[in-house]
């Protein structure tokens, strides 16, 4: 059975740092390229960070570059976000994501809340 748990949310002020962490089970985790998502209210998704599970090959959405890490630790089957130098504008419900191409499967995680202000 599949599962995945984020955790790692919360409310920082703007400068501050958080760390997000993506728990994954029941799938073969270095089959999938891993991203996180955000979301905030009345957006759409987009995406921040991706890791792609050949190469670990990194890429980041321009607002996020030089303040955001994604990083995983396959014995652990866990994918991380480190945020720092956080903005008010990057408030939003963020999301694990894994994604295999052949055959095609997609996961998404539950959800963590990261609201930066002060």
């Known amino acids: 059975q599949v599962h995945l748990v984020e955790s790692g949310g919360g409310l920082v002020q703007p400068g501050g740092s958080l760390r997000l962490s993506c728990a994954a089970s029941g799938f073969a985790f270095s089959d999938y390229t891993m991203s996180w998502h955000r979301q905030a209210p009345e957006k759409e998704r987009e995406l921040v960070a991706v890791?792609?599970?050949?190469?670990?090959?990194?890429d980041y959405a321009d607002s996020v570059k030089g303040r955001f890490t994604i990083s995983t630790d396959h014995a652990k089957s866990m994918l991380y976000l480190q945020m720092n130098n956080l903005r008010p504008e990057d408030t939003a419900t963020y999301y694990c994501?894994?994604?295999?191409?052949?055959?095609?499967?997609?996961?998404w995680g539950q959800g963590t809340q990261v609201t930066v202000s002060s």
């Open positions: 890791i792609h599970n050949i190469g670990g090959i990194t």
């Open positions: 994501n894994f994604q295999r191409i052949m055959p095609p499967k997609t996961y």
